[in-house]
């Protein structure tokens, strides 16, 4: 499974850092990705890494901003979120599976992004 942690309230131009802990699986064997999801939109992939080669893939939307890391003795995923604007209000999943499909210019019209499975996610509220 995948637990997320460490959303909260934070001010326009802040930082916060998302953990993602996994458990029941072998951690080094899959991408972890995390995604999200704001009121009335569509889910979006923001980042991905490959644990066994270090490989990380972001969204345009958040490219030079956040960064994906890994504590691979710990099963932990992170997201460190700087310079947040009112628009990254969201809630953030992670989950486990190929980042070429996590992150992508075309999300999946039915909704299925074909990873194997999610975390419950934890929210970040942005103010202005």
């Known amino acids: 499974q995948l637990v997320e942690s460490g959303g909260g309230v934070v001010q326009a131009g802040g930082s916060l850092r998302l953990s993602c802990a996994g458990s029941g699986f072998t951690f080094g064997s899959y991408s972890i990705a995390w995604f999200r999801q704001a009121p009335g939109k569509q889910r979006e992939g923001v980042a991905c890494?490959?644990?066994?080669?270090?490989?990380?893939r972001y969204a345009d939307s958040v490219k030079g901003r956040f960064s994906i890391s890994t504590d691979s003795a710990k099963n932990i995923v992170y997201l460190q979120m700087n310079n947040l604007k009112p628009e990254d209000t969201a809630v953030y999943h992670c989950?486990?599976?190929?980042?070429?499909?996590?992150?992508?210019?075309?999300?999946?019209?039915?909704?299925?992004?074909?990873?194997?499975?999610w975390g419950k996610g934890t929210g970040v509220t942005v103010s202005s």
């Open positions: 989950a486990a599976g190929p980042c070429i499909l996590a992150i992508t210019t075309t999300p999946p019209p039915d909704g299925y992004w074909g990873m194997d499975f």
């Open positions: 890494m490959d644990i066994s080669d270090g490989s990380r």
